[in-house]
């Protein structure tokens, strides 16, 4: 199967609540195999493989994400020839200050990633685990880190700095880094295809609203300011993420309940957000059908969301001046219609006008346009695809190093 193909990357996208996995023909970007397992540590997790045309679904139950893990690569490799990978692209969530581009993975390069995982303790961890088991299956490619944090590194600093002392960002490295920075990239790059505007002329604000959520100012092609900052954890209502709090919120819970610091923030990080607040689920399919179904916290929880998100993609206008267009993207961004709609009905001063047909499509049959025509600010729906911006970033890289040798 595939022999033809020359240059094949195959990608690993650990997030906070799913694995994907994709192998990719470059630099044609054909998807020879895509592959999800989500809700993972949950009773409902699943999996599914598409390889070649062919789907396998399976139930998970419970799972973890080494066992998930193994799984999808054995299905992989049960089909396909580990000869095909040319090389592994591995989705790293926090770079810190010195990953700010693509980076060849060896001993060093893992141990300086552990090193951070503090700083994304939902995420680095499990991205590790995932390098590991790829090597152990492919020990003989390169496998090359893309991590979520480049594409922001070069926000200002009136965007990237704490207002603390200054003596904690030049010497304990406090300072905002943004995530999810491929699927910010990779949409910016696909909105100004559908705008047929190029990217560099553009003002856009893109919102990735998957299990973790975040929205980007990025004008002219570069990321001015995010919503996520040092952690993860800033910023917009997540899955089962607090976004931001009050900083004097640690030290009551701590003395009020008598927990541990480490227990509150665990908290902050798995017990919060639309979690946290519904009593019912991270997952907004579940709060959305609960919530129609008269579940007044349910309700709640999507209303914040809403208005959080809302006031956030206010405040990243300032960051730009003036808003070409707003993108959304991500599993809610790309398909929850209400979230959408609840969200721009809250942004007058935009003058959005959102067209209720072309909006509960998606933007499927609109050019990815769900505002009216007539809408000052045009909203955009994009499929992200933090896969295939991975794989390119990879075909760099590679071609980079053929050169060198
Ligand atoms: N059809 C849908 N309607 C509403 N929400 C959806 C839909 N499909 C997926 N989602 C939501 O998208 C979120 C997961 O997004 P995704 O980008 O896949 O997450 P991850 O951060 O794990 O990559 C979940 O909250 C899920 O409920
Ligand atoms: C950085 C982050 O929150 O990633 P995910 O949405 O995949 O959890
Ligand atoms: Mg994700």
Not at 83 to 104: D, I, N, Q, S, Y
Not at 115 to 135: D, F, I
Not at 332 to 340: F, K, N, T
Not at 344 to 356: C, G, M, R
Request: charged share 20%.
């Amino acid at each position: 199967m595939f022999e033809t193909f020359e240059t094949v990357v195959l990608v690993i996208n650990t997030g906070s609540s799913s694995i994907k996995m994709a192998l990719i023909d470059m630099p044609s970007e054909q998807m020879l195999a895509e592959g999800v397992a989500q809700r993972l540590g949950e009773a409902d997790a699943e999996l599914s493989w598409k390889i070649a045309d062919e789907i396998q679904q399976f139930d998970l139950n419970c799972c973890t994400l080494e066992d998930a893990m193994q799984k999808m690569l054995d299905l992989l490799f049960g089909k396909v020839g580990k000869g095909l990978v040319t090389a592994v692209g591995h989705r790293v969530v926090h770079g810190g200050e010195r990953f700010v581009a693509p980076t060849l993975l060896d001993d060093e390069v893992i141990a300086e990633i552990e090193s951070l995982s503090h700083l994304a303790p939902l995420h680095n961890p499990s991205n590790l685990l995932g390098v590991r088991e790829a090597m152990r299956y492919l020990p003989d490619v390169s496998h090359i880190a893309v991590f979520d944090t480049a594409f922001h590194y070069a926000m200002p600093k009136h965007a990237s700095l704490y207002a603390v002392p200054y003596h904690w960002y030049s010497q304990y490295g406090v300072r905002r880094y943004g995530f999810h920075g491929t699927s910010h990239h990779y949409v910016a790059e696909a909105a100004a295809k559908c705008l047929g505007r190029p990217l560099g002329e553009l003002r856009l604000i893109t919102v990735h609203l998957g299990n973790g959520c975040s929205a980007a100012a990025v004008a002219n092609g570069v990321s001015v300011d995010t919503t996520m900052g040092m952690t993860p954890l800033e910023g917009l209502v997540m899955g089962s993420r607090s976004g931001d709090v009050d900083p004097g919120l640690h030290e009551y819970m701590v003395r009020e309940s008598g927990e541990s610091l480490a227990s509150v923030t665990d908290a902050l990080n798995r017990q919060s957000g639309l979690l946290g607040i519904s009593g019912l689920s991270n997952d907004m399919r579940t709060l959305l059908n609960a919530a129609d179904s008269g579940n007044e916290r349910a309700a709640l929880a999507i209303e914040i969301f809403c208005y959080r998100l809302a006031k956030s993609l206010a405040s990243l206008s300032v960051a730009l001046g003036h808003v070409d267009a707003v993108v959304f993207t991500g599993g809610i961004g790309e398909h929850a219609s209400v979230i959408r709609e609840k969200t721009t009905e809250q942004l007058a001063f935009l003058s959005i006008k959102l067209d209720e047909e072309r909006n509960s499509r998606h933007g499927r049959s609109s050019g990815g346009f769900i505002t009216h025509p007539e809408s000052s600010t045009p909203v955009l729906v994009v499929a992200t695809s933090e896969e295939k911006m991975i794989a390119r970033y990879v075909c760099k890289v590679v071609i980079q190093e053929d050169i060198a040798t």
